[in-house]
C-alpha cells in the first residue's frame, strides 16, 4: 500500500469550470516553497545574519526566526519587505506556464539528477575519499593484526612441538640406557 502524497493531476483551466482545490493548494505550496528558497539564498548570498537582518527590518529576532523557519503564508509585503532589507532585492514578477512546458521523463527529482553549476561540490569527494582511506587504513590494520596473530601462533605451535620432541627424545635416551 504506497502511503506517500501524490501531486495532483494538474489540468489548464476551463471556460466557466471551477478549478478543483487539490490543485489550488498544490500551486499555492509551491509558490510558499520557491519564494521561502530564495529569500534563504539571498540571505546565504549576502552573508548578513538573522541578527542584522532582525535589526535592518526593525523586528525582533524572535519574529525573524518565525519566519525563516517554515514556509509560510508571507503577505507580499513581508516578502518585499525581507528581500529588501537583505540585499537590497525585490522579487521578479512575470507569469510562468508550467503545464504548457513538455512533460518530463524523469526517474529523479531535477535537484539531484543536475548539478549546481555554481555550487562548490569538492568537499563531498574529498570527504568520501577520505571515508574511504580511513575504512581501508584500519581494513589493512586488521589485516596487518591478523596476519601478527597468525604468526604468533605459528611460533607457538612450533615452541610447543619443539619443546615436546626434546622431552620425548630424553625419555626415549633414558629408556634406551
Given at each position: 500500500?504506497?502511503?506517500?502524497?501524490?501531486?495532483?493531476?494538474?489540468?489548464?483551466?476551463v471556460?466557466?469550470?471551477?478549478?478543483?482545490?487539490?490543485?489550488?493548494?498544490?500551486?499555492?505550496?509551491?509558490?510558499?516553497?520557491?519564494?521561502?528558497?530564495?529569500?534563504?539564498?539571498?540571505?546565504?548570498?549576502?552573508?548578513?545574519?538573522?541578527?542584522?537582518?532582525?535589526?535592518?527590518?526593525?523586528?525582533?529576532?524572535?519574529?525573524?526566526?518565525?519566519?525563516?523557519?517554515?514556509?509560510?503564508?508571507?503577505?507580499?509585503?513581508?516578502?518585499?519587505?525581507?528581500?529588501?532589507?537583505?540585499?537590497?532585492?525585490?522579487?521578479?514578477?512575470?507569469?510562468?506556464?508550467?503545464?504548457?512546458?513538455?512533460?518530463?521523463?524523469?526517474?529523479?527529482?531535477?535537484?539531484?539528477?543536475?548539478?549546481?553549476?555554481?555550487?562548490?561540490?569538492?568537499?563531498?569527494?574529498?570527504?568520501?575519499?577520505?571515508?574511504?582511506?580511513?575504512?581501508?587504513?584500519r581494513?589493512?590494520?586488521?589485516?596487518?593484526?591478523?596476519v601478527?596473530?597468525?604468526?604468533?601462533?605459528?611460533?607457538?605451535?612450533?615452541?610447543?612441538?619443539?619443546?615436546?620432541?626434546?622431552?620425548?627424545?630424553?625419555?626415549?635416551?633414558?629408556?634406551?640406557?
Open positions: 500500500m504506497n502511503t506517500s502524497r501524490s501531486t495532483p493531476r494538474l489540468s489548464k483551466p471556460a466557466n469550470e471551477p478549478v478543483p482545490s487539490p490543485a489550488l493548494e498544490y500551486m499555492r505550496r509551491r509558490n510558499r516553497r520557491r519564494f521561502f528558497s530564495l529569500v534563504h539564498q539571498e540571505l546565504k548570498r549576502s552573508g548578513i545574519s538573522r541578527l542584522e537582518l532582525s535589526k535592518r527590518m526593525g523586528r525582533g529576532m524572535d519574529r525573524i526566526s518565525h519566519l525563516l523557519a517554515a514556509p509560510g503564508n508571507w503577505r507580499l509585503d513581508t516578502l518585499s519587505d525581507v528581500l529588501f532589507c537583505i540585499s537590497g532585492a525585490e522579487p521578479k514578477h512575470e507569469p510562468a506556464y508550467p503545464l504548457d512546458r513538455p512533460a518530463r521523463n524523469r526517474t529523479r527529482p531535477e535537484w539531484l539528477a543536475e548539478p549546481d553549476q555554481d555550487a562548490e561540490y569538492g568537499w563531498i569527494e574529498e570527504t568520501q575519499k577520505q571515508t574511504q582511506d580511513a575504512s581501508l587504513g581494513f589493512k590494520r586488521q589485516e596487518g593484526d591478523a601478527k596473530w597468525l604468526i604468533e601462533k605459528v611460533k607457538n605451535e612450533d615452541n610447543k612441538l619443539s619443546s615436546q620432541s626434546k622431552h620425548s627424545g630424553a625419555d626415549s635416551g633414558l629408556a634406551a640406557a
